[in-house]
Nanobody
Framework: QVQLVESGGGLVQAGDSLRLSCAAS????????MAWFRQAPGKEREFAAS???????VYADSVKGRFTISRDNTKNTVFLQMNSLKPEDTAVYYC????????????????WGQGTQVTVSS
């Protein structure tokens, strides 16, 4: 069982930056694919970025060039650095973990955090 706890959300203005963190329990963190999803009001949860255990990163087109996902396996933590934030980035951001390789889809991930709210004002 893996528990994920997100932090770092908040209210910012357009153009600002935020860094989200996700702390994971468990001794095999380095083997998991870690990802960030987001869900805006009235919309489905959508993929934002992922970091495979092998080191590859993948980004949604909507965040590419602005967001950076990273992980520190020594601290069982994954980060999402968000720059040049836009009002359309407003959402609850969820950290997710998959036991194996995983892509863009919610069903591919086995564990989820409770989410952290990011609000970007114009």
């Amino acid at each position: 069982q893996v528990q994920l706890v997100e932090s770092g959300g908040g209210l910012v203005q357009a153009g600002d930056s935020l860094r989200l963190s996700c702390a994971a329990s468990g001794r095999t963190f380095s083997r998991y694919t870690m990802a960030w999803f987001r869900q805006a009001p009235g919309k489905e949860r959508e993929f934002a970025a992922s970091f495979w255990s092998g080191g590859s990163t993948v980004y949604a087109d909507s965040v590419k060039g602005r967001f950076t996902i990273s992980r520190d396996n020594t601290k069982n933590t994954v980060f999402l650095q968000m720059n040049s934030l836009k009002p359309e980035d407003t959402a609850v951001y969820y950290c997710a973990a998959a036991r194996g390789s995983a892509g863009y889809y919610v069903y591919q991930y086995d564990y989820w955090g409770q989410g952290t709210q990011v609000t970007v004002s114009s």
